[in-house]
């Protein structure tokens, strides 16, 4: 019963493909997310998607699209990989709460290698 | 603004010693302060958090010490074990705008 979950956890791709990492939580909450940790270990957002609405687009290339069929979902295709995106890929979610904050719950991560 | 300067990159400390995290932050909207944990082939977890109306929140051997002014905030590890040898991540947001803003990590290595 993973609170965030994502696969695959491992993605070894050649240049030019299209690959789809799926990603589904089940706390309930209204807010998704993607970040993108590269091999210097910095975690840097992506997208953010609250009740299936995109609130946050980082400057990201277009390759890279997101999709949230509802609350619970949240995708990310990448077309056209290049070797540059490879790092590891996280999906996360949230749930504002005025008392605790804005607690970020982060799934274990897809390690996509491309070649 | 909107960035969180973390040090140091990495930090050794001998098993029973006290590990201290820096960060400092530029915005003064934001308003929660978590630090992450994370270890190798997983995803960061939330370790601690502090908001700015208080100076110290301690949770077991782990404790934040904020200080407003100088806009700094600390994570103390104390009494530091193998087991706590992982990359942590303080990371600042403004409540609403979903945004955190982390810092770039720090590896810390517990020697037995």
């Known amino acids: 019963d993973t609170a965030v979950s994502q696969t695959p956890k491992y993605l070894v791709t050649q240049m030019g493909n299209d690959k789809s990492i799926k990603c589904e939580q089940n706390?309930?909450?209204?807010?998704m997310y993607w970040y993108k940790q590269d091999s210097k270990k910095f975690l840097k957002i992506m997208f953010s998607y609250n009740n299936k609405e995109l609130i946050i687009n980082e400057t990201v290339p277009n390759r890279f699209s997101p999709k949230s069929p509802d609350k619970a979902h949240l995708n990310l295709h990448i077309n056209s990989l290049e070797l540059g995106d490879s790092a590891v890929y996280f999906c996360a979610s949230s749930q504002e709460n005025r008392g605790t904050g804005n607690t970020i719950y982060f799934g274990e991560g897809s390690w996509l290698t491309v070649v | 603004q909107q960035q969180v300067k973390q040090s140091p990159q990495s930090l050794i400390v001998q098993k029973g010693g006290i590990s201290i995290i820096n960060c400092a932050y530029e915005n003064t909207a934001f308003d929660y302060f978590p630090w992450y944990q994370q270890f190798p082939g997983k995803g960061p977890a939330l370790l601690i958090a502090i908001r700015p109306d208080v100076s110290e929140k301690k949770e077991g051997r782990f404790t934040i010490s904020f200080n407003k002014s100088a806009k700094q905030f600390s994570l103390h590890i104390m009494d530091s074990q193998p087991g706590d040898s992982a990359t942590y991540f303080c990371?600042?947001?403004?409540?609403?705008?979903?945004?955190?803003?982390f810092g770039t990590g720090t590896r810390l290595k517990v020697l037995a």
């Open positions: 990371a600042a947001t403004r409540s609403g705008t979903y945004k955190y803003i």
């Open positions: 706390l309930g909450h209204d807010t």
